[in-house]
């Protein structure tokens, strides 16, 4: 896999999501599923994901960019398969440009956990700048 140039901040940090990396076409990053991602019910909140699907997802479509130009996420979806783990296991995000043109671009991700199964899908709607 190849290294991104990529902007870590508070998120990146708090959430644990390790930097992306590119491996052709594809970018993948990942996050343990720890006690960080739970809400006041003490569960895993499937939006603790957005960190995670946004760098994925969004540096897949700086891939797929015109030169010079830069991807702001214009939309995002999530859609769970199952609960999220809270077991200290690491979820993997892999994602892909499905579409780019002059205006923009659409990826998918998926979100597996250690044992390769599928815990989510989600899709990203991205502008060019």
């Given at each position: 896999m190849t290294d991104l140039i990529t902007v870590e901040g508070g998120p990146e940090r708090f959430f644990r999501v390790s930097r992306p990396a590119a491996d052709g076409e594809?970018?993948?990053?990942?996050?343990?599923?720890?006690?960080?991602?739970?809400?006041?019910?003490?569960?895993?909140?499937?939006?603790?994901?957005?960190?995670?699907?946004d760098n994925v997802a969004g540096y897949v479509l700086v891939l797929g960019r015109p030169p010079g130009g830069w991807s702001v996420s214009a939309e995002i979806t999530l859609d769970l398969m199952r609960p999220l783990p809270s077991d200290g296991s690491v979820l993997t995000a892999r994602g892909v440009v499905r579409h780019a043109d002059d205006v923009g671009g659409f990826a998918s991700a998926s979100i597996t956990d250690a044992a390769g199964g599928l815990v989510a899908v989600c899709t990203q709607h991205g502008r060019w700048l």
């Open positions: 594809m970018i993948a990053s990942s996050l343990p599923a720890g006690p960080w991602l739970n809400g006041p019910s003490g569960r895993p909140l499937a939006g603790a994901l957005g960190v995670l699907i």
